[in-house]
């Protein structure tokens, strides 16, 4: 499974939105936030993203489905510094049988500093066997 | 700039090696290393290359020339878990005019657990404006 | 320098309280937040303290004042795990002529789950010379 | 349980020594390594501390015993920086009944940039409960 979607800089392309105050933890000796630390900005509004429709992802994992990256490209376009407060857009590009595609943009007032694109397989959490999306899934992709 | 290259899994694709052992702190709830962690291991891997060449990051550093990450692809074939060794073995894939991309493949025991591409930038440390590409970078490229 | 601070485990006994969500990127194997996760907590708290009081971390770095971390104790009391919601609670606990003591406390629903104490030396960005704590810190200490 | 511990600067005070390579993602934007990523460092000398006594980490696990952190006592006494070579110097302090607590010093080219103590309980790995700590734990504590 190969990332397939071409994550727009323009926030207004994008479903859901997720701020995130820039730590002093995540900057490196370039003066600016190391390019892993965008990872985990994309994680937490992936997690706000479900929450808003009703699937916390806690209880995604109670009910035996993880959803785990299989695939992550991130292109940073200007840097990030401490203390910026970054609106993190996520939209559900496309869901497929067993896999599930996010668009990322990450901006600070408007103006973009990232996009990013993660893949997801959907699996049983034991045994991490492939599962069907599920439905709830699909209709965010489709917007319905 | 847009990576282009598609890392192989075969280890021997590749002109360097790197070991490093996965910390309990990169694990994560699944029980295996989380996705983020992965990029440090690429950076500790590329770093180590360029100290073999004979131009350790530092001194890059030093004579005023940075290498920013502008892209990162990076694809989980396999989970890795806590207290594996992990071989990074890297390739310069390609020197453009003001932009290098590497490449990347992630193995435990031979077995294939991840590949990665990084592009970067190829800037001043001061202004952060684009500069030639060394020439010994080119070398790397062409395996001359 | 040593800590001298007992941080409290009543959340009422502090001054400001700054809530994090646990992130999956900080969870580990054993199911809970590595411990190491709780310092960059510590750090959010701090820095919107600051600003709180009309001194953001960020126009302190441009006047020439750094706080480095020359200490720190943590007390883990019970895990926190993903998601978790996690008051933080911090008070200015001692300043002495070149250094600050800030307690904290780490609570979820009112429950304590980890104390700590962080020591700070106050220096010139530049060149890492002590200097003496502005007098709002102390202010914030004596709590006039 | 509270460290008693005063961890030594001399590092001839310690049992055994790991060596960790600084990385770049563990600098932040004061040009040093952040506070936080020194735990990490100690947990990786714990690590190859106990798999060099023959008690790997994993093996310990997997018998079903864990050993949390449940206090940290970190002193930072020079900075660290990037691609700084950093003795990690352990030695097992006491051993209780159901806890342990381990001394550190970090030193470069002889040089102590900082010590550490962390103390740990002893408990099952599923429920958690304190168990007796193993017997080779406190032959390392006494040295015989």
Same mark, same amino acid.
């Given at each position: ?5 071409? /994550?727009?800089?323009?926030p207004n392309?994008?479903r859901?939105?997720?701020?995130v ?5 995540e900057?490196d000796?370039m003066?600016? %936030? ?10 937490s ?5 479900l929450?808003?429709?009703?699937h916390?992802y806690?209880e ?9 990256? %299989? ?6 376009l ?8 970054v609106d993190?857009?996520? %939209?559900?590009?496309?869901?497929? /049988?067993?896999?599930?595609e996010?668009?990322?943009c990450?901006a ?6 990232a996009t990013?694109?993660?893949?997801? /397989?959907?699996v ?10 599920p439905?709830w899934?699909?209709e965010l992709a489709t917007?319905?």
């Amino acid at each position: 499974m190969r990332a397939t979607f071409d /994550a727009p800089t323009d926030p207004n392309a994008y479903r859901f939105c997720h701020q995130v105050r820039v730590r002093f933890a995540e900057t490196d000796a370039m003066g600016v %936030v190391h390019h892993a630390a965008y990872l985990p900005y994309l994680e937490s509004a992936r997690v706000e993203y479900l929450r808003s429709v009703g699937h916390p992802y806690v209880e995604l994992r109670r009910s035996g489905i993880e959803l785990p990256v %299989v695939e992550v490209v991130t292109r940073y376009l200007q840097p990030l510094v401490f203390d910026d407060l970054v609106d993190v857009h996520v %939209v559900v590009a496309g869901v497929r /049988a067993a896999t599930v595609e996010l668009g990322y943009c990450l901006a600070v007032d408007g103006a973009p500093k990232a996009t990013a694109v993660t893949v997801h /397989a959907v699996v049983t959490g034991g045994s991490g066997r492939p599962v069907r999306s599920p439905r709830w899934l699909h209709e965010l992709a489709t917007g319905s």
